[in-house]
């Protein structure tokens, strides 16, 4: 029996990505009976909902480190 494959919050933002391109491929390719393409755009969505809560992340750090490299500056003009 393979494997499963890993759950999207087990995931990379890459990886995550990545599987996302393949799904939208297969739904668009058109070879997809409905129940297989419902699935795979269930899939779909909880990967994208991955990717966002891992921007989320990151771009609450981004900010952090801005906030800190302003503060640095401030000092700096004391």
Do not use: H, W
């Amino acid at each position: 029996m393979p494997a499963k494959d890993p759950t999207p919050e087990s995931l990379s933002f890459e990886q995550a990505l990545e599987r996302l391109e393949s799904i939208v491929e297969r739904i668009e390719g058109g070879k997809l009976g409905l129940e297989a393409s419902i699935g795979e755009y269930e899939q779909g969505v909880a990967l994208i909902k991955r990717c966002k809560e891992i921007l989320a992340r990151q771009e609450q750090r981004v900010e952090e480190l801005n906030k800190q490299a302003a503060g640095l500056g401030q000092d700096g003009d004391e």
